[in-house]
Structure formats: structure tokens, C-alpha cells
T-cell receptor, first 116, second 118 residues
Framework: DTGVSQDPRHKITKRGQNVTFRCDPI?????LYWYRQTLGQGPEFLTY????????KSRLLSDRFSAERPKGSFSTLEIQRTEQGDSAMYLC??????????????FGPGTRLLVL | AQTVTQSQPEMSVQEAETVTLSCTYD???????LFWYKQPPSRQMILVIR??????QNATENRFSVNFQKAAKSFSLKISDSQLGDAAMYFC???????????????FGTGTRLKVLA
């Protein structure tokens, strides 16, 4: 168990460019979440996957945002036509299907996005 | 809608002393979980402690314990024998009852920055 990993850890882009982030959850965790965290705030829910199905999307997730989890393993979050307001830390978390800690989310280190 | 409130943006504690971080929440549900997460300067959040709402006994994990007051909707975290490594942002989080969409809702507070003074 190597934990949740995210790539890249940091991304600087110019306004209007597209960016894609990747999350690799803990193996055999079938539940995966994306959050956005701005400075001084707690994580805000963006979207949720159970296996490959995207079951929940926040109203925060505008049309410029899209997330996938094609084979129920890793997930990608793409932001199209980035805006300066997209600058934030994007966190991924996974959760096991069963077990004593199935209620607990395990977080990755995050991808810090800066839009210039 | 559920809300989580952490009214202390920043707290300080002397090394080896005890500190309590406050968290209140609002919900009409009876089945839920509460969590405290720690986010060190490296920013990877890790679970500190969790509490199931139907359990009256307060959760304890080594130097960390909670005071869960269900009727008052309060969930404070006590850190005993504070260590320099405890310095971090601490987030209180609420997990809802099961939703018809097939998931739970997780809501986080705005965090409390804990400073540990040597």
C-alpha cells in the first residue's frame, strides 16, 4: 500500500490553457473523490466515482471541468480554458469498499495549480 | 444542508501542554461520522481520529481524543502532551448518511492552524 498519489504536484499555466491532473488511488479502493482547496479553506467536494461510474458532481464543477475514471483505477481531472480563479490545490481521496475503515477517506498530496 | 464550523482560525500551545480545538456542526441526520484530519505543511491530509455518531463513547487515539456532544452538535479535539510535529492545519469533517445518489457527502470546516511553541 503506497498511498494515494497525484501527478503533477505543481502546475503553472497561462490563462486559457488546458490542464490535466492524474490521481492513482490506493489499490482496491473503488471509491474516489476530487476536491478543490483554496488558501485558508477546507476541501470543497468536486466529484465522486464508484468504480468507473461518476455518481456525483458538485455545482462547483463547471462545464470547463471534466473527470474520468475509465477502468475504475486511476482518475483524471481536466480543466479547459483555465481561469485565474481556478488557481487552487486539487486533492484526490480514495476510500475502500469494505473494512473497518471504509468510512475514511485517504488523501493524496494534491496538485497545486497556478493560473497566470 | 449540513455545515461544519471551526471558529478558531489559529491556536498556539506550548510543547508538552494540552490544547483543545473546537468544531460544531449542524445536521438533522442521526446517522453520520465525524473526523479530524491533520494537514502538515507538506499538505497531505491524514486522518487523526474518527467518531461514529451512534457511539456515545468518545474516540481516543494515543494522545488524541475527542469530546463528542451529540445533542450540542459539538466535536472537539484534545491533543495531550503536544509535540512539535503536531503543528499543522486541523480540519473537522462530517460524513452524511447514505444518499440516494449512491454515496455519502463529506463536508469540511475551514480549519484551525495549530502552532506548537518550543
Amino acid at each position: 500500500d503506497t498511498g494515494v498519489s497525484q501527478d503533477p504536484r505543481h502546475k503553472i499555466t497561462k490563462r486559457g490553457q488546458n490542464v490535466t491532473f492524474r490521481c492513482d488511488p490506493i489499490s482496491e479502493h473503488n471509491r474516489l473523490y476530487w476536491y478543490r482547496q483554496t488558501l485558508g479553506q477546507g476541501p470543497e467536494f468536486l466529484t465522486y466515482f464508484q468504480n468507473e461510474a461518476q455518481l456525483e458532481k458538485s455545482r462547483l464543477l463547471s462545464d470547463r471541468f471534466s473527470a474520468e475514471r475509465p477502468k475504475g483505477s486511476f482518475s483524471t481531472l481536466e480543466i479547459q480554458r483555465t481561469e485565474q480563479g481556478d488557481s487552487a490545490m486539487y486533492l484526490c481521496a480514495s476510500r475502500p469498499r469494505t473494512g473497518a475503515l471504509q468510512e475514511t477517506q485517504y488523501f493524496g498530496p494534491g496538485t497545486r495549480l497556478l493560473v497566470l | 444542508a449540513q455545515t461544519v464550523t471551526q471558529s478558531q482560525p489559529e491556536m498556539s500551545v506550548q510543547e508538552a501542554e494540552t490544547v483543545t480545538l473546537s468544531c460544531t456542526y449542524d445536521t438533522s441526520e442521526s446517522d453520520y461520522y465525524l473526523f479530524w484530519y491533520k494537514q502538515p505543511p507538506s499538505r497531505q491530509m491524514i486522518l487523526v481520529i474518527r467518531q461514529e455518531a451512534y457511539k456515545q463513547q468518545n474516540a481516543t487515539e494515543n494522545r488524541f481524543s475527542v469530546n463528542f456532544q451529540k445533542a450540542a452538535k459539538s466535536f472537539s479535539l484534545k491533543i495531550s502532551d503536544s509535540q512539535l510535529g503536531d503543528a499543522a492545519m486541523y480540519f473537522c469533517a462530517y460524513r452524511s448518511a447514505y444518499l440516494t445518489s449512491g454515496t455519502y457527502k463529506y463536508i469540511f470546516g475551514t480549519g484551525t492552524r495549530l502552532k506548537v511553541l518550543a
